[in-house]
């Protein structure tokens, strides 16, 4: 769901809710605008781009249920409990990929040539 939708649901303004996947709208733009010949590096970067994308639904899906529950529009705990439970394993899941690929770096850059 866009931001729109989600606003238009919750009977909200634009305004109102913070949506965390604005930032991937910029970088999905970039990826189809700079294309590189089938690299290992560009499938590499396109997994981590559609990791943090999957990541941010998953954290937006959270936030959407979280406010529905607080609106009133449901009461199922079960569905909010889901939705937080799977936005904090993404989360968790992508600081990992992310520390350890800092770890690696940070041992390259140390190496002696």
């Known amino acids: 769901m866009d931001l729109a939708a989600i606003s238009a649901l919750n009977g909200l303004?634009?305004?109102?809710?913070?949506?965390?996947?604005?930032?991937?709208?910029t970088l999905s733009e970039k990826k189809?605008?700079?294309t590189v010949d089938g690299t290992l590096f560009d499938a590499i970067l396109n997994t981590a781009i559609e990791n943090i994308n999957t990541t941010n639904g998953y954290l937006s899906d959270a936030e959407n249920?979280?406010?529905r529950f607080m609106l009133g529009e449901t009461?199922?705990?079960h569905d909010l409990t889901i939705a937080l439970q799977k936005a904090s394993t993404a989360?968790?899941?992508?600081?990992?990929?992310?520390?350890?690929?800092m770890d690696a770096y940070k041992e390259i850059m140390q190496m002696q040539i």
């Not at 809710?17 to 709208?25: A, H, M, P, R």
């Open 75 to 77: 009461e199922s705990t």
């Open 91 to 101: 989360l968790q899941y992508t600081v990992a990929i992310r520390d350890r690929v």
């Open 32 to 34: 189809s605008t700079d």
């Open 65 to 67: 249920e979280e406010i």
């Open 13 to 25: 303004p634009l305004g109102s809710i913070s949506d965390v996947s604005t930032l991937t709208g």
